[in-house]
DNA sequence: CAAAATATTGACCATTTGGTCAGGATCAGG
DNA sequence: CCTGATCCTGACCAAATGGTCAATATTTTG
């Protein structure tokens, strides 16, 4: 059942790469279905023959692709740690996420892309290890809550939310962009907004 | 260049809804490239060739669709009015938005797919339409700002922020769902959660 | 450097899909 | 109830697309 992790030569690293990163870019841009593997091929400089030699489908190229980006997608979550200001390592988690919309938008847009449309191949993830590891983190940031640390608010929404604002600003770019005009820095000016949203929110209410 | 508009027989009319309808279900849901016109056909209950005999290609399907949405998409945003308390304002078009997430899903869905591959259909709309009535409101809330009815806030990402939190739990309604776990009514849970953030973000700081 | 392994491709195929069309069914109005 | 307009469909078409394969080229290795 486990394929033969036998040692891949230097050609076949170079061209599963360069499929991988062209899918990346056709897909994000197009969905899967608006994407054709002739395109794929051009985009990485290979023949569609090729490109099916290195991948058994296109249906493959694109599990390929989320399964690789997982752990770079979860991994600021993850980073999420109980040491040090609770505010702090919110503001940070947010900032971290908002630079990953800014320096990674088509991976954003793939994931957007495919949770939009049903999310059926990303489905056991999401229900999976995603739901653990948001309930893990939920229960942490309860307990700032607890401790008066922070403010009172749903740990589940508070992470949605932090999702939402900064997944915004990559998969609605165009938008952002149209309605700001050319002469603005859009995540500069978000991380300025997300900073004094967070911190008012979170900050811990004195009385009652 | 401006079509008749002899008035539609019952047929027209009955037909014609009955494929908007089916076509905003499977757009939707599976995207522009991702949907056929034999899907369309079969959700409204008619043939392909019928389906062709009201709309004239799949793009003009889908163009209707658009068109016959903005109203109804940006009508809240419009109602932002100058009377009133303005964080109630704000407040209450945040409150508006997440009922339209809830109440009209697949709308939400089918725009977000739009923007997130390129908005080629919508851009001059983006660029124009929306973004004229985006700074006016935003005019408006500057307007606020300086009378210090509200906290100092970019107006723009303000209103980003409102599109983003409430579009996130239509649009990526099945992750939510998945990481909340079926007791759980996320949209009465979100209503709570955005109420106290733009609660605590807009209210005007005393100090300095 | 020759054989074995790996990589590449042109030609091809079956299916899907957007769209057409001639002709038949149905409906509305006189 | 007849007739013209509207509505509907089966059959069809061309293009696009995912995928295959035998043959050829290139690289690696003993």
Redesign the interface.
């Known amino acids: 059942m486990q394929e033969q992790p036998r040692r891949q030569s230097r050609i076949q690293r170079k061209n599963r790469e360069a499929i991988l990163t062209a899918a990346l870019r056709e897909f994000s841009?197009?969905?899967?279905?608006?994407t054709t593997i002739d395109q794929i091929a051009e985009t990485a400089g290979l023949s569609k023959p090729n490109v099916l030699y290195y991948f058994q489908s296109k249906d493959a190229i694109h599990t390929a692709l989320l399964r690789g980006m997982l752990d770079l997608w979860l991994g600021p979550l993850r980073d999420l740690r109980a040491e040090g200001d609770p505010a702090d390592q919110i503001l940070a988690y947010a900032r971290r996420k908002l630079e990953m919309s800014r320096d990674y938008p088509q991976e954003s847009?793939l994931f957007?892309?495919e949770?939009?449309?049903?999310?059926e191949r990303l489905?056991p993830i999401?229900?999976g290890e995603?739901?653990e590891l948001?309930d893990q983190k939920s229960a942490l940031i309860s307990g700032w809550i607890a401790q008066g640390k922070i403010?009172q608010?749903?740990p589940?929404?508070?992470l949605?939310?932090i999702?939402?604002?900064t997944?915004?600003?990559a998969?609605?770019e165009?938008?952002?962009r149209?309605?700001?005009?050319p002469d603005h820095d859009p995540y500069a000016?978000?991380q300025?907004?997300l900073d004094?949203?967070y911190r008012?929110?979170l900050?811990p209410q004195l009385r009652e």
Chains 1, 2 share one sequence.
Not at 29 to 34: I, K, N, Q, T, V
Not at 115 to 119: I, N
């Open positions: 841009a197009r969905g899967f279905s608006g847009r957007a892309n949770v939009l449309q049903g999310a489905a999401l229900g995603l739901r948001v403010a608010v749903d589940h929404h508070l949605f939310s999702w939402a604002l997944q915004h600003y998969d609605f165009v938008q952002v149209a309605v700001l005009g000016e978000a300025v907004f004094l949203l008012r929110l900050k």
